[in-house]
């Protein structure tokens, strides 16, 4: 049975008594062997069995004794995912970290979102969890909160690297599997007419393995990566194992066709294209998620940089950061500007264009009293405003907040199509596995299976039909 000791600092205690009910809370929760609160540090501890008790049900449990327990919310991102199943890998390597209380990674925004115990886990923790599970996140840099406008940046940067990626492994690809689409012209609707049996005394064949093999090498490379961490290290089949193994066995059958191990058809063409098309399919998903990521930067790049405070006192003006504007601080706004952020008019009268929230294009007068959305511009009056929202909590954080949620949320039918790719490869493989072993030991037997179905003994009915047509019709006398 495995243990793990959380270490809380937990707000909204007055007395001995209050960290006693807490003890007694926590203590007749099931899964949690010990827990010892302090009332004079504000800290406790809990020991408990994952197994039984998650941590979150801990906080929950403090909750609703009335009391706080310290916890941080991080947003992280996350690259190299290619499936719903590599976000449910990643989910599953950061709860096993200890001290983590929620994770939901979502694969359309490339990110996790984690709420945890800052005492317990840290962030250097979630990016080796992260690592581990054979992905790579985006770091923030040394000093940096990861709250600011430079982890945006490192996170449009990295996704505008793996568009060029992509986009660069696709017209590799092309340019290679371009001709065997003439190939396959060539074979199934010229008769194999225009190509020659051998090229300056060299089978045909190799030309399509040279063809297809810095395909196979170069674009093959990270599905083949991406399968080998699925299975080794999360235990799990997604969809890179499936591209893999088809690709794979189209190549490898191919080549031992090729070197007259075994008697059968090329399937060079095969390996190519499915690498090709999956590649292509890859760089348009990843640029439909830097649109999505480019329309909140244009959202945010609406608000105003800085603001100019009026004191009090004596009247006097200065210019700060937005960042340092506290509800209740006074800001003029001149007219052109924006106003910095949400209040109400205390002193002034002007006209407001809010077209950039509301859609109206008719400027809204504003006078004492009236309310004013941050970011929104003033027209040609001077206002004094006071600050009644900042940060997170004005209109366009609101707005920005909102869309996020929505590309994160995910409608029931993509729920139930997540579920069902988690079984969806494996019993892919089985079945194909099952059918090949079957043609292997039993071909007669599976000939006449086969030869058996309605839709063949309908092909073979139509095809005596028409043999018994033609009999007739050459039969018949010419006509006069």
């Not at 959380?6 to 949690?32: F, K």
Request: negative net charge; glycine residues 8%.
């Amino acid at each position: 049975m495995s243990t793990r000791t959380a270490h809380l600092d937990i707000r909204g205690m007055s007395c001995a008594n209050c960290s006693q009910s807490i003890n007694s809370a926590l203590e007749s929760t099931d899964g949690v062997h010990e827990a010892s609160i302090n009332f004079a540090t504000d800290e406790g501890t809990v020991e408990y069995d994952p197994e039984q008790v998650s941590l979150a049900t801990i906080y929950e449990t403090i909750d609703d004794a009335g009391y706080h327990a310290d916890r941080a919310s991080r947003s992280i991102g996350i690259t190299d995912m290619t499936c719903a199943n590599c976000a449910e890998a990643n989910e599953t390597a950061l709860e096993s970290v200890p001290g983590v209380i929620d994770v939901e990674v979502n694969y359309a925004t490339d990110e996790a979102q984690v709420e945890h115990n800052p005492v317990d886990a840290s962030l250097e923790e979630l990016y080796t969890a992260i690592e581990n599970a054979g992905y790579m996140p985006v770091r923030e840099e040394e000093g940096d909160d990861g709250e600011g406008q430079s982890d945006q940046e490192r996170r449009d940067a990295a996704r505008q690297a793996e568009i060029r990626k992509q986009l660069r492994l696709t017209l590799f690809g092309a340019v290679l599997s371009a001709p065997f689409l003439f190939f396959l012209a060539n074979r199934f609707l010229l008769g194999g007419e225009l190509l020659p049996e051998t090229v300056f005394g060299v089978t045909f064949g190799w030309v399509e393995f040279l063809l297809a093999t810095p395909v196979y090498v170069v674009l093959g490379r990270e599905f083949l990566a991406n399968s080998y961490t699925a299975l080794v290290k999360n235990r799990t089949a997604n969809m890179d194992v499936l591209i893999a193994l088809g690709s794979s066995t189209a190549y490898i059958y191919s080549l031992v066709v090729l070197l007259d191990l075994l008697a059968g058809n090329l399937y060079f063409d095969t390996a190519a294209m499915i690498l090709v098309f999956i590649t292509l399919g890859n760089y348009l998903e990843a640029r439909s998620k830097g649109q999505a990521g480019d329309a909140l930067r244009k959202l945010l790049e609406m608000e105003a940089e800085t603001a100019t405070l009026v004191d009090d006192d004596d009247g006097t003006e200065r210019e700060v950061p937005l960042e340092d504007v506290d509800v209740g601080d006074r800001m003029k706004v001149r007219p052109g500007e924006k106003i910095p952020t949400d209040g109400v008019v205390v002193d002034g009268q002007s006209a407001v264009d809010e077209s950039m929230v509301t859609g109206e294009s008719v400027p809204v007068e504003k006078e004492d009293g009236d309310e004013v959305i941050g970011s929104t511009i003033n027209e040609n009056g001077v206002l004094v405003v006071e600050a009644t929202k900042v940060g997170e909590d004005t209109a366009l954080q609101g707005i920005v907040q909102t869309v996020k949620e929505a590309q994160a949320r995910q409608p029931e039918i993509q729920n139930l199509a997540d579920r069902i790719s988690a079984y969806f490869v494996p019993a892919v493989i089985l079945n194909a596995t099952f059918w090949g072993l079957i043609w292997f030991l039993f071909p007669e037997a599976l000939a006449g299976f086969v030869s058996a179905l309605p839709l063949w003994g309908w092909s073979a009915a139509a095809r005596r039909r028409s043999r018994r047509s033609s009999s007739r019709l050459s039969s018949s006398p010419p006509p006069c």
